[in-house]
């Protein structure tokens, strides 16, 4: 069965750097939800899309940008990066009440 | 304010026991939806289990069992006969309606042991 597919698996950025997270949903699925996990911390949401319309907001920082395409992936701009900025960061789609998650990405910002 | 607590940090079990892990929420929502999610050390998150409110009868997956307690709003976990492959992070989590986002708590590490 098809999965979330995030890309790339694993990022480096310098400070001050752009970093762009790409996301995959399952086919079908309308819904796609952004997540940031700190080291030892539970996921945050980020940003969700339903429809390709921004359908909630989460604690995102306005550094951070986010869009859904008209094929349904989804892309996470980041700007500016920042060392606390290092996290793992989960895509995860729905149809309905269940979310499946990506493997996420994890970034490392030096 | 954290809507979903997870009071145990930590748990540990033997293999073939049985482990319960706690999770209370804070809602003024009817109908919602529970979930438990599981990180082993991939950092994979797994849905373990679901609970609409709106059903009485418990959730039950294989060795994973849940106890609901809407009017406590309480949603524990138990995982029976315990295998190594257990071990993980895992995360109770609160969703407001079908399309909403999900809230979780803290997390409790499950350590499984020989």
């Known amino acids: 069965a098809a999965g979330v597919i995030q890309s790339p698996r694993h990022l480096i950025k310098e400070k001050r750097e752009t970093a762009t997270l790409k996301c995959y949903p399952i086919p079908r699925h309308d819904t796609v939800y952004w997540y940031q996990q700190g080291p030892g911390q539970d996921p945050q949401f980020l940003i969700s899309f339903y429809e390709k319309m921004q359908s909630d907001k989460g604690s995102i920082p306005d550094r951070f940008s986010a869009q859904q395409f008209s094929d349904y992936h989804s892309e996470l701009n980041m700007s500016s990066l920042e060392l606390g900025d290092s996290a793992l960061y989960f895509c995860a789609s729905s149809l309905d009440t269940e979310a499946f998650f990506g493997q996420g990405t994890r970034l490392t910002v030096v | 304010a954290q809507t979903v607590t997870q009071s145990q940090p930590e748990m540990s079990v033997q293999e073939a026991e049985t482990v319960t892990l706690s999770c209370t929420y804070d809602?003024?929502?009817?109908?919602?939806?529970l979930f438990w999610y599981k990180q082993p050390p991939s950092r994979q998150m797994i849905l373990v289990i679901r609970q609409e409110a709106y059903k009485q009868q418990n959730a039950t997956e294989n060795r994973f069992s849940v106890n609901f307690q809407k009017a406590a709003k309480s949603f524990s976990l138990k995982i029976s006969d315990s295998q190594l492959g257990d071990a993980a992070m895992y995360f109770c989590a609160y969703k407001a309606d079908s399309w909403g986002k999900l809230q979780f708590g803290a997390g409790t590490q499950v350590v499984v042991t020989p």
């Open positions: 809602t003024s929502e009817s109908d919602y939806y």
